[in-house]
């Protein structure tokens, strides 16, 4: 995957000198954020020698190196009991979709999933994700819409602890991350987990649109408050160009990307590998 995203910032400085009002404004528009963007121009400017538009994607590639994290992520089942993750976002980012992707993932790795439709408020998203999970060949454990989504991952862990099964998939509604009644709504479910499993949620994942650029650091500022985000799933990012937000999330709040997804298959999905990452920028 050809993410490319400093594709547009090469092409505006090749064959002539460095306008550093351009570097900027390329670099903001590859949605890196502006302490990212101080950060690359800083190290551009200390630089001896003359720079070319390869120098400085070169410096880009360097700088993102860094932030991202070095060592490849992998996700295991526990020893003993289920491992529960709940998948959290804003409406509209492929939240239902990409967790029955992850659950396709596991799945093709042999683990056990069980699904919990817990957006009981979206029209439709019950029926989603109880199609995917035909589909793919999992559990699911649905209630009715509006029934309580703290109840019902509960139960699902406990159908998890009597099958033996390795991971419960939590489907939460998505909610504004300005509404802050529903952000609240998933400490509740939090706190419910914990009284199967004082450890659990045992990650917590949020889902954002690589298309909405500053938007989806915003969204991560705020479910990161709301209910301590352990990792980022980035969706659309298949031909669009972008991804920066995948650097100036990690690089503001040190929440790693997880798994990206590609495209509208359930093989479209994927591990984040930071290293291919900076190598395809452009």
Not at 106 to 126: C, E, N, P, W, Y
Not at 171 to 177: F, I, K, S, V, Y
Not at 217 to 223: G, M, N, S, V
Request: with cysteine.
């Amino acid at each position: 995957m050809a993410f490319g995203f400093l594709k547009n910032l090469w092409t505006r400085l090749a064959g002539k000198p460095v306008d550093w009002d351009e570097v900027e404004e390329a670099l903001i528009r590859a949605d890196l954020g502006m302490p990212m963007t101080t950060r690359i121009i800083g190290q551009l400017k200390n630089r001896k020698e003359a720079l070319s538009a390869d120098t400085v994607v070169q410096v880009c590639r360097e700088e993102i190196a860094k932030i991202l994290p070095r060592e490849a992520w992998t996700l295991r089942p526990l020893a003993s009991k289920p491992k529960v993750i709940l998948v959290v976002g804003v409406n509209g980012t492929g939240k239902t979709t990409s967790t029955a992707k992850l659950g396709a993932l596991l799945k093709r790795r042999g683990h056990s999933v069980l699904l919990v439709a817990a957006d009981t408020f979206r029209a439709a998203a019950i029926e989603q994700l109880g199609i995917w999970a035909g589909r793919i060949g999992c559990e699911i454990v649905k209630g009715q819409y509006n029934a309580d989504p703290a109840a019902l991952c509960f139960d699902a862990y406990q159908k998890a602890v009597k099958q033996s099964i390795e991971f419960v998939l939590c489907d939460t509604a998505g909610r504004l991350h300005t509404k802050h009644n529903l952000m609240a709504e998933l400490g509740k479910v939090r706190r419910v987990l914990q009284k199967a499993d004082p450890s659990a949620p045992h990650e917590t994942l949020l889902v954002v649109d690589a298309t909405t650029g500053a938007n989806a650091l915003q969204q991560a500022r705020e479910f990161n408050s709301a209910t301590q985000l352990s990792g980022m799933i980035c969706t659309k990012l298949d031909g669009s160009g972008k991804g920066g937000v995948i650097v100036a999330i990690q690089n503001e709040l040190a929440i790693p990307t997880r798994f990206i997804g590609t495209g509208e298959t359930e093989e479209d999905f994927a591990f984040f590998d930071g290293r291919e990452f900076a190598e395809q920028l452009v």
